[in-house]
């Protein structure tokens, strides 16, 4: 079956970096897209950024475009969420997503609190 495990998540101070990744399995992981999610207390789910598989074409949210940067290791089985200049507003839990023909997938999440 589909499973993820994310890891990297934690507490950093304003301005600070961070670094998600995402561990695929169950499925040939080269074939398909994936992206990261966040979710914030009280707010929606929001695409963060999504990589595709062959092109490995990247799109991200308005808000973090500059300063995070997705990319992939196929070989690893890996996504990976490069994030810079942290701010308060990227405190949520980040999971990563993907579709595949049989369905969609979420991971379990990691959390990622800003703060000083």
């Known amino acids: 079956q589909v499973q993820f495990v994310e890891s990297g998540g934690g507490l950093v101070q304003p301005g600070g970096s961070l670094r998600l990744s995402c561990v695929a399995s169950?499925?040939?992981?080269?074939?398909?897209?994936m992206s990261w999610y966040r979710q914030a207390p009280g707010k929606e789910r929001e695409v963060v950024a999504s990589?595709?598989?062959?092109?490995?074409?990247?799109n991200y949210a308005d808000s973090v475009k500059g300063r995070f940067t997705i990319f992939r290791a196929n070989a690893k089985n890996t996504v990976y969420l490069e994030m810079n200049s942290l701010r308060h507003e990227a405190t949520a839990v980040y999971l990563c997503?993907?579709?595949?023909?049989?369905?969609?997938?979420w991971g379990q999440g990691t959390q990622v609190t800003v703060s000083s």
């Open positions: 997503h993907t579709v595949v023909a049989w369905g969609d997938y």
């Open positions: 169950g499925f040939t992981f080269s074939n398909y897209g």
């Open positions: 990589i595709s598989s062959i092109s490995g074409r990247k």
